[in-house]
């Protein structure tokens, strides 16, 4: 990859993995098979975000509207997370990346949960990337999550902004400042609802698992290229 240096990079980027299925079904495989090469996208991606000297990495890969699938689907995703997470934490751990999941407990098998805790913490002290993945995540469900906690905090007085997001999932990870979604789709589909407020988008009509170093290239190019005012005037 090109030199980072006096380069702008994004310090979070957050990606939609999102054309598994279409991906699949082009070569007349079955959708599973579609997860699994995104699955191994993802493993390739999150050596090269590292490389690229990105500190944090946010993935989308099941939202609290994808159990609405057909149950075969969800089982086989749920089978794919515990795969990842037995056989590729010491790989994520090498790499010096902490691996943390965001989103609902509700509804995930008490064993993957299980797991889900275990590799949170067997990775903690890993500083260089934090991978996080969002499974069961919905940006609605997020800030009802954050607004009935803090209610059951009998908070009193006028919530400011900095007061409901010590609530949200992960209250320390920096908002993205970038989020790709790939498969075409120009949609946000209740990911990261809140914390996009001053995002930059990337989309991409690639297919999650076609997704590579060169398409990644392209995203960075582009972000390093914007101009972020925030609503102000820098830079004009
Ligand atoms: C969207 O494509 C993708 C998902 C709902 C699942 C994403 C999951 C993975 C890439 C596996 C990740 C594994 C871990 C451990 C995080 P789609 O099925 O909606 O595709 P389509 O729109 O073409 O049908």
Redesign the pocket.
């Known amino acids: 990859m090109s030199e980072n240096i006096n380069k702008k990079i994004p310090r979070h980027l957050a990606i ?10 082009k070569r007349n495989l079955p ?1 599973l098979m ?3 090469a ?2 191994r ?2 493993e390739e991606m999150v050596r090269l975000v590292k490389r690229e000297g990105i500190r944090y990495f946010s ?5 609290t509207e ?1 159990w609405n ?1 057909p149950s075969m ?1 969800v089982q086989g ?1 749920m089978s ?2 515990r ?3 037995r056989r ?1 934490v010491d790989e994520i751990k090498s790499e010096g990346a902490r691996i943390r999941f965001c989103g609902r407990n509700d509804k995930l098998p008490e064993d993957l949960l299980q797991q889900m805790r275990w590799a949170e913490d067997y990775t903690k002290d890993q500083e260089i990337l934090d991978f996080i ?1 969002c ?1 069961n995540y919905g940006g609605r469900a997020e800030i009802l999550d954050a607004i009935n906690k803090l209610r059951a905090d009998n908070f009193t007085g006028e919530v400011t902004e900095q007061d409901l997001r010590k609530y949200f999932y992960l209250p320390d990870v920096p908002d993205p400042d970038l989020i790709i979604r790939t ?1 075409g ?1 120009l949609r946000l589909s209740n990911f990261w609802l809140w914390e996009c407020a001053y995002s930059e988008f990337y989309f991409t009509d690639i ?3 076609d997704f590579d170093e060169n398409e990644l290239r392209k995203a960075l190019d582009n972000y390093a290229g914007r101009d972020r005012r925030y609503g102000g005037l820098k830079n004009k």
């Open positions: 939609i993995l999102d054309g598994n299925g279409r991906w699949a079904k959708r579609g997860h699994r995104g699955l996208k993802l993935v989308y890969a099941f939202s994808n699938r689907e995703l794919l997370f795969y990842y997470i590729k993945l499974i498969s789709e297919h999650w698992p």
